[in-house]
Nanobody
């Protein structure tokens, strides 16, 4: 199983970016999906979370600016980031809880490789 994140880049404050994370490989179902971010010297923090039925939660700092969504047919999660600020600069990681077989009672957490977002003022 692989999570392939894309869409990062360098932008100016106020600009927008859309991150994507596609899941490939052998699995039977995708449960919760999320985006995290990390800056050097700090712990990885949860940015946004989406349930299998698209219930969403956001870090207070991104509420009203970011939107997480998922396409279950494509096994892909997105993060639309608007009104970006310099403090949003970080490596963004996607995360997904997967069930690899019908016999699995619990899901397993998988991580993407990270995509760098740099916002300059």
């Amino acid at each position: 199983v692989q999570l392939q994140a894309s869409g990062g880049g360098s932008v100016q404050a106020g600009d927008s970016l859309r991150l994507s994370c596609a899941i490939t490989g052998n699995f039977v179902s995708v449960d919760d999906m999320a985006w995290y971010r990390q800056v050097p010297g700090k712990q990885r923090e949860l940015v946004a979370h989406i349930s299998p039925v698209s219930t969403t939660e956001y870090h207070d700092s991104v509420k009203g600016r970011f939107a997480i969504s998922r396409d279950n047919a494509k096994d892909t999660v997105y993060l639309q980031m608007n009104s970006l600020k310099p403090e949003d600069t970080a490596v963004y990681y996607c995360n997904a809880d997967l069930r690899l077989s019908m016999a699995d009672i619990r899901t397993r957490a998988y991580w993407g490789q990270g995509t760098l977002v740099t916002v300059s003022s």
